[in-house]
């Protein structure tokens, strides 16, 4: 963008030393500026119809960039909040899993417990069996 608005600057330079310096060159010979109204109001004509032109096709040009603009965010605004939907998604369901898993190790380690006690359950009754066993 920036190159373009100084290919444009450098260009408008040229221009305008190209105009000014032929006009000098025509006073140094010699010549006087002969100004013509009847020139002068034919060129105004064509610089009114070229400004016309120009702010016509600027208005036109202008609409279009800011329809331009305007659909990008929103479709930037949706892609963003969609983007955002899957992983605060994602997020919850890996949540989700790391809590089921510590949960199930919970579990797992009271299992562990429960069998433990379960034994030792069993080795108190084989005591009681022995011990009635040597009583009698």
Known sequence: ??????????????????????????????QTLNINKNEVFSETKY?????????KNTKKHGYLLLV?????YFRT????????????????ELYQKRKKQIHTEKI?????LKMISEYKHKIRKIKQQVEEEENS
């Open 1 to 30: 963008m920036i190159y373009f608005l100084l290919i444009l600057f450098f260009g408008s330079l040229v221009g305008i030393t190209f105009m000014v310096g032929r006009k000098f060159l025509l006073i140094q010979d010699g």
């Open 47 to 55: 610089l009114e119809e070229l400004k016309h032109a120009t702010i």
């Open 68 to 72: 331009i603009t305007i659909r990008t």
């Open 77 to 92: 605004a949706n892609l963003l909040k969609s983007k955002y939907e899957k992983t605060k998604n994602k997020v919850r």
């Open 108 to 112: 797992g380690e009271n299992s562990f």
